[in-house]
């Protein structure tokens, strides 16, 4: 019944839960898990940095995420407020495999024996109801709440988007 599951990661505690699940559900039906990270373009400097530290990423990309803070904080200055966080492509193509591989190693501990991974870019939520469809996913097990789980709101707005547009059966992990 569940034979492919995919499970959109961003790093967060709910999608690690996420996976863990969904890597429990594939090793029992016998599925194929794939999982799926599209770029983190809307993190800010802080939560990427918290993630990298958290991931064991190296000295020399810890550095780098510094360096892009602080071309922000100049960047906000000059702008006399908030402005939009650009941080180099590499940075966030380096997190993104760091965060793939960690749900690569737990899904692995969690059951699971046969899955993809993809890291890829675009609209988070958009992008993943595409990769449903093309994958012919039959449940979508994701966070109900990602890296940017500040307010008190139950769903994060990626998981809210998804929930609501998507075909397959929805699971958001609390
Ligand atoms: P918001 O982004 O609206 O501030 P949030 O970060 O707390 O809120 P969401 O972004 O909706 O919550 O995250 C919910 C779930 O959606 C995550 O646990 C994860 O499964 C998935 N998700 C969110 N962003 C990504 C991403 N960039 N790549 C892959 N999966 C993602
Ligand atoms: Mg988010």
């Known amino acids: 019944m569940l034979q492919t599951i995919l499970v959109p990661t961003d790093g967060s505690e709910h999608a690690n839960k996420a996976v863990d699940l969904a890597a429990d559900l594939a090793g029992k039906y016998d599925g194929r898990m794939v999982i799926l990270h599209i770029l983190l373009r809307h993190a800010s400097a802080m939560e990427l940095k918290a993630l990298a530290q958290e991931l064991g990423a190296s000295d020399a990309l810890l550095q780098r995420i510094a360096k892009a803070e602080d071309a922000y904080a100049e960047t906000a200055m000059a702008a006399y407020g908030p402005v ?28 699971a024996r046969d899955f993809t991974v993809r890291v890829t870019d675009g609209a988070p939520a958009e992008v993943i109801l595409k990769a449903a469809d093309h994958e012919q996913a039959d449940a979508i097990v994701m966070g109900s709440r990602g890296l940017g789980n500040l307010t008190g709101l139950l769903m994060g707005s990626v998981s809210h988007k998804v929930a ?11």
């Not at 590499?90 to 749900?103: C, K």
């Open 164 to 174: 609501n547009h998507a075909v397959a059966t929805c699971i958001a992990v609390k």
């Open 84 to 111: 939009p966080l650009m941080v180099p492509d590499n940075i966030l193509i380096e997190m993104g495999e760091l965060i793939t591989e960690a749900a690569e190693k737990r899904a692995k501990a969690h059951g």
